[in-house]
């Protein structure tokens, strides 16, 4: 039998001690085991920080950084980025789905891979032939291999592909938030730091359908705003530095008229931990969705303020999460517009990455 | 009024943009405000991370060592390393209490200070003429300030100092331990890896009385085992490698028949977190306490096991805590024997630090 997280693939180290994002080398023939899913891969969405990484080390020559990126697959089985350990995640139609796979996909699915390529086995076939090296999304053909306790996305019809890959991005925030926010007894106050970004829009969403006593969305300047103000997604929206714990906590008691029972961090920038505890009510709940969260920050800036705060790692997996952050955006037309207003302005760059300020999640 | 959380204390950066821990440098005068306490320092407790980077910069050399110590409390107005960014702990005797203090010191009580020193403003008098140098634990003449959000505890007349100190310097996983296990309301079934450190066995203990329906102690080696079986903490006792996550789960899973439902994480080496996720039942809580602790690995780990756990980020204040962790110790001879044991055993370290491989929490 195989392993439903994917140890029969670990070729390096050998004796499987490790898991597939911690391996040096995948296996990534096409046979797939009894619980296995074969994807023919159509694009692969590499990492915002990965491609960055890439692109500086080639100086932006985008044959060099192609050559790179068939030499990692090459190599390793699997597009994970040596230097920053990040990887991406791609789109693909079902190919094979071994008898036992518990996934519920089949032959012929359009499907969003929602785990890591830094654990996925991958092979090209096609030399990238169709990419030119300068951007984050890479048509390719390939195959690409899931295991028992993988996740993939069936990509709706009634959505574009772009919005619903952009959403499937950062889909276990708005997730966790409902989650959250529907185990208070009491209805909470929720504050959202980056609440017009891609993760901070669907979680104000979701906050509020969840049942949160009230909402305010904290921004980095006018324009995102405004932004927000117009989509009417949370009950109040305030501008604040996150990176100044001062400005944000006086923000956020500004807006709700007290500490927020919960506070979700959805800024893809450091130094947010302090701010996001000082705004927090004693008792309350910070959820950090940031890929740029330090966790001794958050542990001993909570310790050293004497905040009987309950801190979660925002963890991209719940049941079901894929699709309640695509029935969000049905439900809530501000957020289809959001999203397209976003794509639309960042032409250049992966759906599956977002700018610094305003990134949920940046790091698959 | 002065700020609860030691703005007014902040000199550098100018603007009381960061809270005092962020700050370059501290106001250490010794006049206090409505809500502070002055406390008369006896002894420093350097963080081990921050004592071993300035042993091995200046190779042992203690004079040096002191010297350098000396220089980053006169220019930074609080004992900071600025390498490791850590600080360590402080006991004295409370001198001055403000009429509006809420910390309930009355002066004479001989104290721990439960907030990091990378925090708390301090002064030395006496060029730390009674230290070599080569050790953790600094005797010292001098002042430190506790804000009104500050933590201290009373050191209890029936417990040694040296004792009491190594169980304040953790009573935040035992606190926290507890609360997760107590608001299952099924009982659950609780790991901790590290079960026999500091930390980890007062974890066992908490989680025991919290109404756990089965424990299990994971450690390093058989030296371990036999001391934690023989304390009779943990219904079970085995040993994993806590780095191997496939070896790590199969030791959980052999001890209780099953996946855990809480995992509570006390050992201070890197690369725990995938173990912890794999050995965690779905629906159950992962308690991150070790400072080795990476989010990154933790947040995309789960989502790549496709694992639907809760993740804390432990948070060592909660009300009560050091209360709460010293009544452990009064209740369970064998805490203070394995406690004991660990502070006979390592007589040149400070008792606020431990070994690597057993340590709860040394980043203060």
């Known amino acids: 039998m195989t392993s439903p997280v994917g140890l029969h693939r670990v070729l390096e180290p050998p004796g499987a001690t490790c898991l597939p994002q911690a391996a040096q080398r995948l296996d990534n023939r096409p046979d797939i085991g009894p619980d296995e899913v074969r994807i023919l891969v159509e694009r692969l969405n590499l990492d915002a920080a990965s491609f960055r990484q890439l692109s500086e080390k080639h100086h932006g020559d985008g044959d060099a950084v192609r050559a790179e990126v068939l030499d990692i697959i090459a190599t390793r089985g699997k ?159 305030a501008i604040a530095d996150a990176r100044d714990p001062v400005a944000l906590a006086a923000a956020v008691n500004g807006a709700l008229g007290r500490a927020a029972d919960v506070t979700v961090v959805c800024v893809d920038v450091p130094g947010c931990e302090h701010g996001a505890i000082l705004a927090t009510a004693d008792g309350g709940t910070v959820v950090f969705f940031s890929m740029a969260t330090s966790f001794a920050a958050a542990a001993l800036g909570a310790e050293g303020l004497a905040a009987d705060v309950t801190m979660l790692i925002g963890n991209g997996y719940l049941p079901g999460h894929a699709t309640y952050a695509l029935d969000l955006v049905r439900k809530e037309p501000a957020i289809r517009a959001l999203f397209e207003a976003r794509i639309a302005t960042a032409p250049g760059r992966s759906v599956a990455s977002d700018t610094p300020s305003q990134s949920g999640r940046t790091g698959h």
Chains 1, 2 share one sequence.
Request: proline share 6%; charged share 15%.
């Open 79 to 237: 597009m994970q980025n040596p230097v920053t350990g990040s990887g991406g995640m791609l789109i693909g139609t079902v190919d094979a789905v071994g008898p036992e796979s518990p996934l519920g996909l089949a032959p012929g699915d359009r499907v969003a891979t929602l785990v890591s390529l830094t654990l996925t086995p991958l092979a090209v076939t096609d030399g990238l032939a169709r990419w030119d090296g300068r951007g984050e999304q890479v048509p390719c053909e390939g195959h690409a291999i899931l295991f028992g306790r993988s996740i993939a996305a069936v990509l709706p019809d009634d959505l574009d592909a772009e919005l619903a890959l952009a959403v499937l991005d950062v889909c276990g925030a708005p997730a966790l938030t409902a989650r959250v926010v529907s185990r208070y007894t009491e209805k909470p106050t929720v504050a959202v730091i980056g609440g017009a970004g891609k993760s901070g829009s669907l979680s104000l969403a979701a906050a509020r359908l969840a049942g949160a006593a009230g909402t305010v969305g904290i921004v980095p300047h006018a324009a995102e705003r405004d932004a927000l103000v117009a989509a009417g997604l949370a009950d109040q929206v």
